[in-house]
């Protein structure tokens, strides 16, 4: 307990001290300043204090320009969020337009080759894609009760798609003419050699039994031959890719790229033309299947 007492009376007497020569401090102050000079006390203050409130002032200046920097880079960040969101959503709006603007050139080409060619065509939107090797197929939206027969040829404005194999009421399958089961009498334009084009899938075609004194180059158009009634003659099927002579035997390898872009089919046209025959064979009209 004595201790306890001890040291509170310590530091009573401490506070006591602090305050009287805070007292004096002011009293020194108030007594430079009724005159018209600072006194000794004073200017002994100031000198000390200058630094510190220059400190101080500057500090608190560039607390506050931190303040506004901070806001203004605050209000920025929220400006740049926004603009990137708006810039999303116009890139998605200049995506669709682009996506419009080629669908509809694609429309408008397809639309011309249909008004300048003569045959009898069925315009049918492509639904579906079977990616077996072997079989490359494409499923269509018309079928049996649009008229639609086996047999007959899809073409689009750049050439021959391929030949319906299968079909039901309302959907039709057709074989492309790149599956490696495809076979076509075909020829070279220039010349009017024949030969058979192959499918090869990814690769395109292969064009046989052309003899090797057979004049064939790169950039040569192959086009159909109109042999045996299934494709009608001068169809574009391609372009020679590549020729290659082998040492034994009497023909050549001719590889050709296809000329129709089977990837980005979306629509086609069925070439009536058989239909019509059959039907005037059998003494019919074929209007209703005509469009």
């Given at each position: 307990?004595?201790?306890?007492?001890?040291?509170?009376?310590?530091?009573?007497?401490?506070?006591?001290?602090?305050?009287?020569?805070?007292?004096?401090?002011?009293?020194?102050?108030?007594?430079?300043?009724?005159?018209?000079?600072?006194?000794?006390?004073?200017?002994?203050?100031?000198?000390?204090?200058?630094?510190?409130?220059?400190?101080?002032?500057?500090?608190?200046?560039?607390?506050?320009?931190?303040?506004?920097?901070?806001?203004?880079?605050?209000?920025?960040?929220?400006?740049?969020?926004?603009?990137?969101?708006k810039i999303t959503e116009y890139q998605q709006q200049l995506d669709q337009y682009r996506e419009a603007y080629a669908r509809?050139?694609?429309?408008?080409?397809?639309?011309?080759?249909?008004?300048?060619?003569?045959?009898?065509?069925?315009?049918?939107?492509?639904?579906?894609?079977?990616?077996?090797?072997?079989?490359?197929?494409?499923?269509?939206?018309?079928?049996?009760?649009?008229?639609?027969?086996?047999?007959?040829?899809?073409?689009?404005?750049?050439?021959?798609?391929?030949?319906?194999?299968?079909?039901?009421?309302?959907?039709?399958?057709?074989?492309?003419?790149?599956?490696?089961?495809?076979?076509?009498?075909?020829?070279?334009?220039?010349?009017?050699?024949?030969?058979?084009?192959?499918?090869?899938?990814?690769?395109?075609?292969?064009?046989?039994?052309?003899?090797?004194?057979?004049?064939?180059?790169?950039?040569?158009?192959?086009?159909?031959?109109?042999?045996?009634?299934?494709?009608?003659?001068?169809?574009?099927?391609?372009?020679?890719?590549?020729?290659?002579?082998?040492?034994?035997?009497?023909?050549?390898?001719?590889?050709?790229?296809?000329?129709?872009?089977?990837?980005?089919?979306?629509?086609?046209?069925?070439?009536?033309?058989?239909?019509?025959?059959?039907?005037?064979?059998?003494?019919?009209?074929?209007?209703?299947?005509?469009?």
């Amino acid at each position: 307990m004595n201790v306890r007492k001890s040291q509170s009376s310590f530091t009573l007497v401490k506070l006591c001290v602090l305050a009287g020569i805070l007292l004096i401090l002011a009293l020194f102050l108030f007594g430079s300043t009724i005159g018209s000079q600072f006194g000794a006390v004073q200017q002994m203050i100031m000198q000390g204090l200058g630094p510190v409130q220059r400190a101080t002032t500057t500090m608190v200046s560039n607390l506050q320009l931190f303040a506004q920097d901070y806001l203004v880079l605050w209000n920025i960040r929220d400006d740049n969020k926004q603009l990137r969101i708006k810039i999303t959503e116009y890139q998605q709006q200049l995506d669709q337009y682009r996506e419009a603007y080629a669908r509809n050139r694609y429309l408008e080409n397809e639309l011309a080759f249909k008004n300048e060619e003569n045959f009898p065509s069925m315009t049918a939107r492509v639904i579906g894609k079977d990616p077996s090797f072997w079989f490359q197929t494409l499923i269509i939206d018309r079928g049996k009760n649009d008229g639609v027969i086996e047999g007959m040829i899809a073409r689009t404005s750049q050439g021959v798609v391929g030949q319906i194999t299968q079909i039901s009421d309302h959907y039709s399958k057709i074989l492309l003419t790149n599956a490696p089961s495809s076979a076509i009498d075909a020829m070279i334009q220039k010349n009017r050699i024949r030969g058979i084009l192959k499918g090869a899938a990814d690769k395109g075609y292969i064009l046989h039994y052309i003899l090797k004194n057979v004049d064939v180059e790169v950039g040569d158009r192959i086009v159909t031959a109109g042999v045996g009634g299934a494709f009608p003659s001068g169809i574009p099927l391609g372009t020679v890719s590549a020729v290659h002579s082998q040492r034994r035997g009497m023909f050549q390898e001719i590889e050709v790229a296809p000329i129709v872009e089977f990837e980005r089919l979306e629509m086609v046209f069925i070439d009536l033309s058989e239909k019509q025959k059959i039907a005037a064979e059998m003494g019919r009209s074929v209007e209703q299947v005509v469009q």
